[in-house]
């Protein structure tokens, strides 16, 4: 079985050779001659991928709504607007020929004035460059983590993702299908949050030389950002498997009206389906010595699984979670796992993919570190010194003093005073205005702005994090000291997606109101 194994993988190091594409991928945009977004990089390409394509496009996007062709002035201001110019690269089966192919994409976001392409043929090192500056990122992370994706860190990432997930498993089972829809629509644009911070940077990371991944990023990044509901993931997944995958049995009969006969069936199948693992392990990893380790974790998913759609009520379903993860820790005891850390990169080489051995093992100990963690089942206080919000209303303005702010002269002040004033609008618009329009219109097929669960993404350096619940399950956050824990970067990149957000909105509400209407 080993040599089968390993001639199988000497056959794909042959397909991934050195003479596979490498492209400049993603999109780099500048706004007043600032670099103000990139996650530009040198991506090895899918396999037939023998073009690079670069478009260059100029853009006119309104903060508040309103498209315009004029130059406005700085795009930090407060209900105005600004125009970007923006350059984007591919992989691709064939060249472009004109910008037909990235304009659905950008037009959602504004008004693109003007776009041109041009093509390569590819080789190993990118045939086409990006005219703008590279953004200067901060790149560092801490010795223990790493970063398996170039915008997050592994730890941040899988405990964010638990902590999104975790709301809406723990409520299981759902009495209310109404609040459950809503509720794993937060689930769904939290966890598409973390997704675009996670691949929205231009730094190197573990898995870059894969191919057909990095450059993949873009697509993930826009989609990601769109998915709001479980019917626009539903489609997504069908458009990409060409109709082959079909999620909406899963969101009608697994989720929040649960079929239980459905839901054994699948079970079933998938125990019908379940792979020998232990032999490959065997095969791979000879000196392990816990040959039958990962069929017993195989066969303790599978009863998580029944136990789960089984509880009576919430108490039961975390009770689920934490014998589950008991259980399934419990095989490794004794199990000389090292044997993992120590040959992947190894295994990796004879794919043509090399991975930093140290990375490899401190990426392992973080998956060890997570193995067993449960997020809290209950959301910390709020901090004495935020405001109080406002009567008068279901969800009450907030007002942040953004006015301290006002005679700072420093570089630092400066963004102080603008992510102030920017908190205070997206904080009000997404808890009053959207809540105020929800009541009004909630039944209209229209995509409103996303709002996920702050408190898992949102770092403060000193100051207190103030988070204010929402509606349909949202949580908005912001650091009272305005002291964010993130790369400038990264808040321009979460300023430009909320404004993206709501230009889309506005113009979806537009032509809602253009339509003749009785009421």
């Known amino acids: 079985m080993k040599i089968v194994v390993l001639t199988i993988l ?37 396999e037939g991928q023998n073009f690079c394509n ?59 004035k003007s776009c041109n392409s041009a093509s390569c043929n590819a080789t190993s090192e990118p045939c086409l460059n990006i005219a703008f ?11 223990d983590d790493v970063r398996l994706f170039p915008g997050c860190g592994m730890k941040s990432m899988i405990k964010d993702a638990f902590d999104c997930a975790a709301p809406f498993l723990y409520k299981f089972p759902h009495t209310d299908p109404d609040s459950c829809d809503d509720q ?71 989720m929040c009206r649960v079929n239980r006969t459905a839901v054994e069936a699948t079970i079933s199948q998938l125990e019908d389906a379940e792979v020998d693992i232990d032999e490959l392990v065997k095969a791979l990893f000879p000196t392990f010595n816990c040959p039958f380790a990962f069929s017993q974790i195989q066969s303790f998913g599978f009863q998580f699984l029944r136990d789960f759609y089984n509880s009576d009520n919430e108490d039961d379903t975390y009770r689920v979670f934490t014998d589950s993860v008991g259980r399934m820790m419990g095989v490794l005891d004794g199990c000389n796992v090292e044997i993992f850390q120590e040959r992947l990169p190894e295994i990796l080489g004879y794919l043509n993919v090399t991975v930093d051995a140290d990375k490899v093992k401190t990426a392992f100990a973080i998956a060890m570190e997570f193995a ?89 350096k000193d100051s207190d994090k103030c988070c204010y619940k929402g509606p349909r399950g949202c949580n908005l956050c912001y650091c009272s000291g305005h002291d964010y824990d993130h790369s400038h970067s990264e808040i321009l990149g979460a300023w430009r997606h909320s404004y993206n957000q709501w230009n889309k909105f506005f113009q979806s509400w537009q032509s809602l109101n253009r339509d003749d209407r009785c009421f």
């Open 10 to 46: 000497s056959l794909l190091a042959v397909a991934t050779a050195q003479d596979k594409p490498r492209c400049l991928t993603g999109t780099r945009v500048q706004v007043e001659n600032i670099t103000a977004f990139d996650n530009v990089f040198a991506s090895w390409c899918a």
């Open 54 to 112: 670069v478009f260059r496009y100029e853009q006119s996007i309104v903060n508040d709504g309103v498209v315009q062709n004029t130059t406005w002035s700085a795009p930090n201001t407060q209900g105005k607007g600004y125009n970007l110019t923006g350059e984007y690269g591919e992989c691709a089966y064939a060249p472009a020929d004109d910008c037909s192919t990235v304009l659905p994409f950008l037009t959602t976001t504004g008004v693109v």
């Open 372 to 460: 067993d963690y449960l997020p809290a089942t209950v959301a910390p206080p709020q901090p004495a010194g935020c405001p109080v919000e406002a009567e008068g209303y279901e969800y009450g303005l907030v007002q942040l003093d953004c006015e301290r702010f006002q005679n700072e002269t420093s570089r630092c002040g400066r963004r102080k005073a603008w992510t102030c004033h920017f908190s205070e609008w997206r904080l009000n618009f997404l808890r009053t205005w959207l809540n105020e329009f929800y009541k009004r219109h909630g039944d209209e097929a229209i995509s409103t702005p996303e709002c996920a669960n702050d408190n898992d993404i949102v770092k403060c």
């Open 184 to 254: 794993l629509s937060t689930m769904l644009q939290c966890l598409g949050a973390i997704a675009t911070i996670c691949v929205d940077s231009n730094c190197r990371s573990m898995l870059d030389e894969l191919p057909d991944f990095r450059s993949r990023f873009s697509e993930v990044s826009f989609w990601a950002a769109s998915i709001n509901s479980s019917h626009q993931l539903v489609e997504v997944v069908k458009y990409y498997t060409g109709g082959a995958v079909d999620l909406q049995f899963i969101v009608d009969e697994h």
């Open 133 to 143: 500056p590279k953004a200067e990122t901060d790149c560092s992370i801490p010795d």
